[in-house]
């Protein structure tokens, strides 16, 4: 039985032209993404899967092909219509201070989207914003402060609370701990797990790190120089990868532990860099 | 069920207090700007010692001394009384100038930092605009249009107004590239909503600094423009005019006609700097 | 085994506007030759200061430090800078968390190399210096190493130019090796590559290596011993088997710990 996806893209292409020469970041790719599901989009970089995330969120134009959410496609749809769709997909960056405005306070920031959707009174947006910042763990008396007030991980819990007080069915996470500290990446961790639970979210998880793959995600999807070469459930893909450039990928993962032996040298002549 | 309140690492971003040097700069719009208050107030206010439109024949080309502190010039105008009744017209109108230009600019700025066919136009406009010379062009319109301050103020904005544009524009370019302004698309802002809520407030502190040199600017232009006789009508007295007079007579061994409105122009320059360089620290610091 | 690197009771303080701000307290260690140990931290952890006070580098940030580092036999807290000079590049390399900072942006690669072999006479001719430079690169994994030397730095990619830099690092064959977090800006195929490299050159050569890191899959993978940084202070050293198996102080274990619990899952 098949259900409706929450988001799906079908033969997304997209090309950037620097200093005259042109390449396909994206191309021809499709996807699927399901309610309640976490997939991970895995690649290095350059693979395009950064530039996938933005096309699925309308920060970029796709040059051909489909972007749909619950099974209609953006495309027929007027510029405002869409914009009102963007409450249910929602975004995480990598980077905290900078996904926060420096000039207003994280009650504002973390309101916004109400207000953007014009969909609470000003009494809902305060009641409803308390309620964000609790539910990722900040106290409410946050919400006067000003971004650079708080620390990294603080920033990023914000940056959670925005991307889920407006009750979203997918949230795109762009390498959403990669710039956090080892300790604080566990307790964000938590929190985004606790929060797919608990709201029954979609995640699109963007990352080079195979172990936040491992430990979160239900499949995931290899990303090289603009497509998808291997796809399937993360068990799969990080126990079994049939793709050479994804068992390159697994294999270049350094376990955290002490248990397998060191890695031997295979000092090759491999600079195709 | 909700994730216990913690306590995270101790650092806190770099970019913050350095509450030592916010006093100073609070400091050094303060001194840079109280010598053009009191100037201002002082011609406006202050009772003059003479008469700066009414010449006394009898006194002409008096050294300094201790019935004309600053002499007198040719005409027989007491150079004190003039220089401080000068400012009554040349600062108020280069602030006016300069806000012009910002009022006129800013917008434009912001709207020539989007990608759509307008901001194409707008930004050959101001190429075009900077490539004439401001002179020629207030000459030109002088001939058509008469002498006065309108002409003056159009001189400052032709001037100003460019550089206006194309600071907010680069300072507007930077904000949109930000993580900040990609999240706002995402949740679906309104290309309107983005210019006024994010881009607008990240880049009205660099315009504000902008301002206080476009009038620092503006007063050399109105200086100018009124030395070659563009502008100010006799016998209202203004600096520019004054160090026209002085120039015609500065040969004959009257230094003081020309220096002392000179130095009125420098002090006022000097301090517009001073309080831009300590508004910017202040902007910057943030 | 002899020691090559003995810290002892350095503290470095940053001197800012508002006063001296402790970056490094009192911290003690010993490297013994041929190790390959990594210096561990977290941001804020003050490992990269250190390591530039170890390998007596220039900081933008003015700083005061006290206690000995005595690398090689050479103090390099207190020897100005002229003195120090003979040994770098001779016993000393460093490479750092972006290649593209250190090298040269408008020279092509070859002359960066002469100027590096002549300034300490390695080699008399220019033709010299692009022979043992073509040698090297080839021993760090270059596959067309004279078309390298003939471009520019910025015709590199991240991994190449990194390997550049460790090739330029060690062509004199230093007997230690200061890596900074050599490997943060590079993507994870790329950075097995290159640690895998710092290791090949630990292994054959008996090159000492003090990497720095905040990545405990590189410590656990490549290292014999760690020193755990926290805020300055030196909380935990040890054999790296040893701090994974009991961590003694509790940051070590929670550091640890919030990894490796994921791994055995």
Redesign the interface.
């Known amino acids: 039985m098949t259900r409706t996806p929450v988001v799906e893209i079908r033969n997304l292409t997209k090309t950037f032209k620097r200093h005259g020469l042109s390449f396909r970041a994206v191309d021809d790719i499709s996807l699927t993404i399901q309610a309640g599901e976490t997939l991970a989009l895995i690649g290095e970089s350059g693979s395009g899967k950064s530039t996938t995330g933005r096309l699925i969120l309308g920060l970029e134009k796709p040059d051909s092909g489909d972007v749909l959410f619950q099974g209609e496609s953006l495309q027929t749809k007027s510029a405002k219509e869409v914009r009102k769709l963007r409450a249910n997909l929602t975004v995480v960056f990598q980077e905290p201070f900078e996904s926060l405005n420096p000039r207003l306070r994280i009650g504002a920031i973390v309101g916004e989207p109400l207000v953007v959707q014009g969909v609470a009174s000003a009494e809902e947006r305060v009641e409803r914003t308390a309620r964000a910042l609790e539910r990722v763990g900040l106290s409410v008396s946050m919400a006067d402060r000003f971004p650079r007030e708080l620390s990294g991980g603080q920033q990023q819990r914000v940056g959670i609370a925005r991307a889920i007080i407006g009750n979203p069915q997918m949230i795109v996470l762009d390498e959403p701990t990669a710039s956090l500290d080892r300790t604080i990446r566990r307790q964000i961790g938590d929190v985004l797990e606790e929060l797919k639970r608990d709201l029954n979210l979609a995640y699109l998880l963007i990352t080079h790190d195979i172990g936040t793959v491992r430990q979160v995600s239900d499949r995931s999807a290899v990303m090289l120089q603009g497509k998808i070469v291997e796809i399937g459930p993360t068990a799969e893909i990080t126990g079994d990868p049939q793709h050479p450039y994804t068992q390159r990928l697994i294999g270049a993962e350094l376990p955290v532990s002490v248990a397998k032996p060191r890695r031997t040298l295979i000092p090759g002549k491999e600079a195709t860099l | 069920?909700?994730?216990?309140?913690?306590i995270?690492?101790?650092?806190?971003?770099a970019?913050?207090t350095?509450r030592?040097?916010r006093f100073t700069d609070y400091a050094g719009v303060t001194a840079g700007i109280a010598p053009i208050v009191l100037l201002l107030l002082a011609s406006l206010i202050l009772p003059l010692p003479y008469s700066p439109t009414q010449p006394d024949p009898a006194a002409v080309t008096l050294p300094p001394g201790p019935q004309h502190w600053f002499g007198t010039d040719g005409s027989g105008f007491d150079v004190l009384s003039r220089t401080i009744a000068s400012a009554k017209i040349d600062l108020p109108v280069a602030f006016g100038g300069a806000l012009l230009s910002l009022v006129i600019g800013v917008p434009l700025g912001l709207l020539a930092s989007s990608d759509r066919w307008f901001a194409h136009l707008i930004m050959r406009a101001t190429d075009v605009l900077q490539s004439l010379p401001l002179l020629i062009v207030t000459v030109a319109v002088v001939s058509l249009a008469g002498n006065s301050i309108g002409n003056v103020i159009f001189g400052i904005v032709l001037v100003g107004a460019p550089g206006f544009i194309r600071l907010v524009r680069s300072a507007a370019l930077v904000v949109r590239s930000?993580?900040?302004v990609?999240?706002?698309?995402?949740?679906?802002?309104?290309p309107l909503?983005v210019l006024r809520?994010?881009v607008f407030?990240?880049v009205f502190s660099i315009a504000l600094v902008q301002f206080t040199l476009a009038t620092s600017t503006a007063i050399i232009v109105i200086a100018g423009l009124n030395f070659l006789g563009i502008g100010t009508a006799a016998p209202t007295p203004s600096w520019g005019v004054m160090i026209r007079s002085g120039a015609d007579v500065i040969g004959q061994g009257y230094w003081w006609v020309a220096t002392f409105p000179s130095l009125a122009v420098v002090l006022v320059v000097v301090s517009l700097n001073f309080v831009s360089r300590s508004l910017d620290d202040l902007v910057a610091g943030? | 085994m002899s020691t090559v690197l003995s810290v002892k009771n350095v503290a470095i303080d940053y001197l800012v506007k508002e006063g001296a701000k402790p970056i490094v307290s009192d911290i003690s260690f010993e490297v013994k030759a041929g190790e390959m140990v990594s210096l561990v931290g977290e941001s804020g952890s003050g490992k990269s200061a250190l390591v530039h006070v170890i390998a007596a580098l220039p900081r933008s940030v003015q700083s005061r430090v006290t206690g000995s580092v005595d690398l090689l036999g050479y103090d390099m807290v207190n020897t100005p800078a002229a003195r120090l000079r003979e040994m770098r590049g001779t016993r000393l390399g460093f490479v750092g968390q972006n290649p593209f900072g250190l090298l040269h942006p408008i020279l092509p690669l070859e002359r960066q190399f002469h100027h590096v072999l002549s300034a300490h006479k390695k080699t008399k001719s220019k033709a010299d210096s692009a022979r043992l430079a073509e040698a090297t690169l080839e021993s760090v994994g270059i596959r067309d190493p004279r078309s390298v030397l003939k471009g520019y730095a910025n015709q590199l990619s991240g991994g190449m130019a990194q390997r550049v830099v460790i090739g330029m690092a060690t062509i004199m064959e230093p007997e230690v090796l200061i890596a900074d977090e050599p490997t943060t800006a590079l993507d994870p195929t790329v950075q097995v590559q290159i640690l895998d490299l710092l290791a090949a050159l630990n292994r054959e050569r008996g090159m000492t290596v003090l990497i720095v890191t905040h990545d405990l899959g590189v410590v656990a993978n490549y290292c014999d011993k760690a020193l755990v940084l926290r805020r300055g202070e030196l909380v935990e050293q040890g054999t790296v088997a040893a701090l994974f198996t009991e961590p003694k102080h509790p940051y070590t274990r929670e550091l640890f710990l919030s990894t490796s619990e994921r791994v055995e899952s």
């Not at chain 2, 995270?8 to 971003?13: H, I, L, W």
């Not at chain 2, 706002?184 to 802002?189: F, Q, R």
Request: net charge positive; charged share 25%.
């Open positions: 069920m909700v994730t216990p309140i913690v995270d690492e101790a650092a806190v971003p970019a913050r350095r030592h040097n930000s993580r900040y990609d999240a706002a698309i995402a949740m679906g802002c309104s909503r809520v994010h407030p990240n943030r």
